[in-house]
Each structure stands twice: as C-alpha cells, then as structure tokens.
C-alpha cells in the first residue's frame, strides 16, 4: 500500500478542499480495499450520491469518506442533518472511512467505523445558515466518534503502519451482530460497551454498575437498569467482546 497521495492529479486546481478531495478519493481508490470482503477496489458513486462515496461490487458494502490534516478530532463536521438522520435510520446507511494525512500529504491514518456502531445521538444539529448566507436556513450536523468503542474503529493504516487484510476483515466482521438486533437493542449494547470502554481491561459488574445514572438518563423508559446491564454483559460474552471470569469479575478481549 502506497501512503503518499499521487500529486499530479490536483496540478490544475487551486482550492485547498478541492485539491484534498480529489487526491484522497484517488488515494482510496488505488489503495483501499473493502474492510468485509477484502474486494479491492472499491467502485465510486457518482457525485450525486446524497451521503457516500463508494461501495463494494461484490458484497454492496456503502462508504463515505472523510478527510483532514493531522490528527482525527472527535467532532467531525458533515452534510445535511435531515439526509444523514434519514440514512442512519435506514438499512442501506454507510460506513464511514476516515483519512488523516500529513503536511507532506501522505496518508497517518485510515480506519472504518462499520455503520452499525452509528446511532441517531451521535449526530449533532447544526445551527441554520443565517438568512444572509446563500443557503440561508440550511442545517448541517456533526458526528460524534466519543460514542464509538475502541473495538468499532477499525484501522487499515495507523500510525503510517498498514494492518495486515486478514485482521482487519476479523475485526470489521467479530461486531456484524449487531446489525442483527433492532435499533434500541444495539443502542442499549453499545452503550453497555462504551461504559466498559472506560474502565481497565479487567473490570467487575459492580464497576459497571456505577454508569446506571448515566444509563438511565439515556433510556429513561427503563426502570430495570441493572437488570438490562448483566443482559447485554452477557451479550457481549456471547459474541466474544469480553470474557466473564467468575464472581462477577470480567475481561476484555481483543
């Protein structure tokens, strides 16, 4: 895998954001892969596509792309509020890659969050344009990757060191079950794992009982929190995410 961006490909253009989108969608192109199949390359949407830029011929795996300088912040700006609200709600919502690359526009970083790991609070509404601007009262969002667990980002390249296909494939498809539960089943399961995301790799279930206030602001319909926390432990036993070691104590795999 090549990290440098091919820089002849933007010799014509002088916008900044312009230059960024065309070497990175290039980049991908050339040295991206699809993260549940291996199917390399990617094929592109056409420009017109609302929310993603490419998608796997062989298994209809959508992606957007997301680009910027240095490091990847935990605010990441987006499109139109309405669109993306639609299509994390919808089944055919795409994983996002995000790029960070250098001064020297060679790649740092390139990872996948699976779009199962999106849910509709992690996406943030902008303020309407002014009614001076040119789309006045028009209405972006924000994505928040802090309500992301570490397991759902998946690096191809960290660090400027590329992952091997075989781990990222086993990492992209070990959280696949989640698309199988409902909407609020897989937010209750991810919000039990980004609890558990903050303590050590050994925890206890008293550890994570201590995050039932927070959990129950969240799903204030439920009035059994530490009932439905040992539920979803357990469902993150089952599916190999964390090992219970007795007692109530437990451990994280990786």
């Known amino acids: ?22 070497l990175s969608e290039a980049w991908v192109k ?19 596509q609302p929310v993603a830029d490419f998608y796997c011929a062989n298994c209809a795996e959508q992606y957007e792309l997301k680009s910027k300088k ?14 993306m609200m639609q299509r994390i709600k919808s089944d055919d919502n795409p994983s996002f890659f995000f ?13 996948i969050i699976p779009k199962h790991f999106f849910k509709p609070d992690m996406i943030i509404k902008r ?14 969002c924000n994505i928040d990757l802090r309500q992301v667990p570490e397991s759902g980002k998946v690096f191809l390249v960290k ?11 086993q990492q992209y498809q070990k959280t696949l079950f989640l698309r199988e539960q409902s909407q609020q089943t897989r937010g209750w399961t991810l919000d039990v794992w980004q609890c558990i995301d903050k303590l050590d ?30 539920q979803q432990l357990q469902v993150l036993r089952d599916k190999g995410i964390i090992e219970f070691l007795g007692r109530g104590r437990y451990q994280k795999l990786s």
């Not at 790029?99 to 990872?111: D, G, R």
């Not at 303020?127 to 001076?132: D, I, K, Q, R, V």
């Not at 660090?159 to 494939?169: F, G, R």
Request: proline share 6%; aromatic share 8%.
């Open 30 to 48: 050339d040295n991206g892969y699809c993260p549940n199949c291996s199917t390399q390359p990617l094929s592109e949407f056409s420009n017109n």
């Open 127 to 140: 303020n309407p344009l002014p009614a001076t601007a040119r789309r006045a009262g028009w209405v972006g």
């Open 159 to 169: 660090n400027q060191q590329v992952t091997p296909k075989d781990n990222v494939q």
């Open 70 to 83: 240095a490091k990847l912040s935990n605010i990441i700006n987006d499109g139109a509020y309405a669109t």
């Open 99 to 111: 790029l960070t690359y250098s001064a020297q526009l060679s790649v740092n970083n390139f990872l």
């Open 1 to 22: 895998m090549n990290l440098n961006f091919n820089q002849a490909l933007a010799a014509n253009y002088r916008s900044p954001s312009q230059i960024i989108r065309i």
């Open 201 to 230: 790799s050994k925890f206890t279930l008293n550890q994570v009982y201590s995050f039932a206030d927070e959990l129950q602001l969240k799903h204030p319909e439920n009035q059994h929190i530490h009932a439905k926390i040992r």
